[in-house]
């Protein structure tokens, strides 16, 4: 039986082993949770343990491990994919946006960003966040519709304001699964017939602000949508400027 699987970088990254199942007859498949570990090429150690005795391979170079971040710098004229240092980070947010895999951030310095292809569906434990704060990164799409969609579990959006984004029946963002939307901003993201900041099926946003979303019909800011059953938190969030908030669930606020 296969007993142990580590993995080494130049010192221990101390991953351990979350699952291992046997799939066939000496065929097994293994996940490993890696803590705090760099990019880079990573040696795969294995032991299997028959009776006494005990066997081993080591893997040399099996496999790399993905950075953790995606940088953005707005024209930076130094861009080289896959943007993983301030130096080398992507110019624009779609250049970001397609080096994006599951668990890793993209990281923004200030600027206004203009979102182009939407809305941007974020892969799991994926996400996008600011280094100063939703005060110094704008998203705006020229009312086009949604900018990001939160389907995927663990996404999230954090330190950004939404200016002017969202349109009929479309909200700037969108959220579902256990997803997140943390200290943003949303400002002047009218929708006509429906929410312009948020439709929420399933997540939490928090240490948010909503200001200047009204609209006509069941325009406003947020809605908890019609066809959801999760929980949806919303904690130290304010709203101002003509927002309103819609519960097309027809439940009990507090």
């Not at 028959?50 to 707005?74: H, I, N, P, R």
């Amino acid at each position: 039986h296969l007993v142990k699987f580590q993995s080494f970088l130049r010192s221990p990254c101390f991953n351990v082993v979350e699952a291992c199942n046997e799939l066939a007859v000496g065929f097994f498949q293994c996940i490993v949770g890696a803590h705090a570990v760099e990019a880079g090429s990573v040696t795969v150690r294995f032991r299997v343990k028959a009776g006494e005795a005990t066997y081993g391979d080591d893997k040399f170079d099996w496999f790399t491990v993905q950075s953790a971040y995606v940088y953005l710098v707005k024209d930076n004229p130094g861009a080289v994919a896959p943007y993983t240092t301030w130096a080398t980070a992507a110019a624009t947010f779609d250049d970001a946006f397609q080096s994006l895999g599951e668990g890793q951030t993209i990281v923004i310095s200030n600027g206004t960003f203009a979102l182009a292809n939407n809305p941007y569906t974020l892969p799991k434990y994926a996400g996008v966040k600011s280094v100063n704060g939703p005060t110094n990164v704008t998203f705006t799409n020229g009312k086009q519709g949604t900018s990001f969609a939160l389907p995927n579990l663990g996404s999230f959006v954090e330190g950004v304001k939404f200016s002017a984004c969202g349109w009929a029946r479309a909200p700037a963002v969108t959220m579902s699964q256990d997803v997140t939307v943390r200290n943003c901003i949303f400002t002047a993201c009218v929708n006509h017939d429906g929410p312009g900041d948020i439709v929420a099926t399933q997540g939490t946003v928090v240490d948010t602000l909503f200001e200047k979303s009204g609209g006509g019909g069941w325009g406003g800011a947020v809605a908890l949508a019609a066809s959801g059953s999760g929980n949806v938190l919303f904690d130290r969030c304010r709203f101002f400027n003509r927002c309103r908030f819609f519960d097309r669930r027809r439940t009990t606020l507090d």
